[in-house]
């Protein structure tokens, strides 16, 4: 079992940047593709962003691409989402994911385990 536990959300201005983080509790933390997912009012849960076991490889949904980084580090068992230029269309409920793999690709779908989600509203 993985507990993943999201902070760094908050009210932003359009433009302005937040950067999200995600404590995960696995033993082997490496040993998970990681992922981040977000979720606007009345909308589905869509993908934003994910990396691999390593850190090597990323991946970003179209909308976020330039703006958007994720990030890992494995020895603090912590995930990341640098969010920058942001956007009132960024607001949502942004979830962290993580998927047991012995792969080295990233994911789209098909996660494991949820955190609770932390919010990030965007003002105009």
């Known amino acids: 079992q993985v507990q993943l536990v999201e902070s760094g959300g908050g009210l932003v201005q359009v433009g302005g940047s937040l950067r999200l983080s995600c404590a995960a509790s696995?033993?082997?933390?490496?040993?998970?593709?990681m992922g981040w997912f977000r979720q606007a009012l009345g909308k589905e849960r869509d993908f934003v962003a994910g990396?691999?076991?390593?850190?090597?490889?990323?991946y970003y949904t179209d909308s976020v691409k330039g703006r958007f980084t994720i990030s890992r580090d494995n020895a603090k068992k912590m995930v990341y989402l640098q969010m920058n230029s942001l956007k009132p269309e960024d607001t949502a409920l942004y979830y962290c994911?993580?998927?047991?793999?012995?792969?080295?690709?990233?994911?789209?779908?098909?996660?494991?385990?949820w955190g609770q989600g932390t919010q990030v509203t965007v003002s105009s």
């Open positions: 994911a993580a998927k047991l793999t012995y792969s080295g690709t990233t994911y789209t779908s098909n996660y494991d385990y």
């Open positions: 696995a033993r082997t933390f490496s040993n998970y593709a």
């Open positions: 990396i691999n076991r390593s850190g090597t490889s990323t």
